[in-house]
């Protein structure tokens, strides 16, 4: 079964200081994309990097980067030189080709990161 | 190019009382997903639409909800009656198809309370 675990409940770093949030995923699938949102106090859900399975290149998105190490089966997110504004919960999520219904994000529990000055 | 909209932003109502919800995604987008966000938790999944048809709505407790995607563009997700458990932040997200790559793109969601 498919399954995104974030074990980081909530993250502390320092302005401009870099960050990793830590996901890690299940499926059983090989072809499978993988997905970061932010979603600060306001509620919405703000999409930041996308990675294929196949992806042979690490994503990048001006401050974020996505760690991806397959064999490991880890999509880690790196913000490099924190804001304040970054403030926020992070959500790590994954859809499959597996099934019907694999073409709907599952999410992890997601991490919270304050950034402080 | 305009995101998704949602309305209302939040809404309060009593147990027992029935609420809706209006969605209308992006220009194009074909696919159409309702979330449920309980507090502390990641989106799950309530109903997903191609167009106007609904092709996963496993996860929507039918009894008391229901969605439509009239002419496949907005869509309503209605709860009747509301219960105390129900409430969490409904999320209406939008992609363009059902591609692994297809990025979903959310609303600013309803945040529901049932008093």
């Known amino acids: 079964a498919q399954k995104i675990t974030q074990t980081q409940p909530g993250m502390f770093v320092q302005e401009k200081e870099a960050v990793t949030l830590d996901c890690t995923y299940d499926t059983s699938d090989p072809s499978y994309g993988l997905f970061w949102y932010k979603q600060p106090s306001s509620g919405e859900m703000i999409f930041l990097i996308y990675?294929?399975?196949?992806?042979?290149q690490n994503a990048t998105e001006g401050r974020y980067s996505l760690n991806f190490q397959k064999a490991r089966k880890s999509a880690n997110l790196v913000i490099s030189a924190s804001q304040l504004g970054d403030s926020a919960m992070y959500f790590c999520a994954m859809r499959d080709e597996g099934d019907q219904a694999g073409t709907a994000l599952i999410f992890g529990k997601g991490t919270t990161l304050s950034v402080s000055s | 190019e305009a995101g998704v909209v949602q309305s209302p932003r939040y809404k309060i109502i009593e147990k027992k009382q029935p609420v809706a919800f209006w969605c209308n995604p992006i220009s194009g987008h074909n696919t159409l997903y309702w979330y449920l966000q309980n507090l502390g938790q990641g989106p799950e999944l309530l109903i997903r639409?191609?167009?106007?048809?609904?092709?996963?709505d496993s996860q929507l407790p039918k009894d008391r909800f229901s969605a439509e995607r009239l002419k496949g563009v907005d869509s309503t997700l209605k709860i009747q009656p509301a219960e105390l458990g129900d409430s969490a932040v409904y999320l209406c997200?939008?992609?363009?198809?059902?591609?692994?790559?297809?990025?979903?793109?959310f609303g600013p969601g309803t945040r529901l309370t049932v008093l």
């Open positions: 997200a939008s992609s363009l198809g059902l591609r692994t790559t297809d990025t979903q793109y």
């Open positions: 639409y191609e167009n106007e048809e609904a092709v996963d």
């Open positions: 990675q294929g399975s196949y992806d042979q």
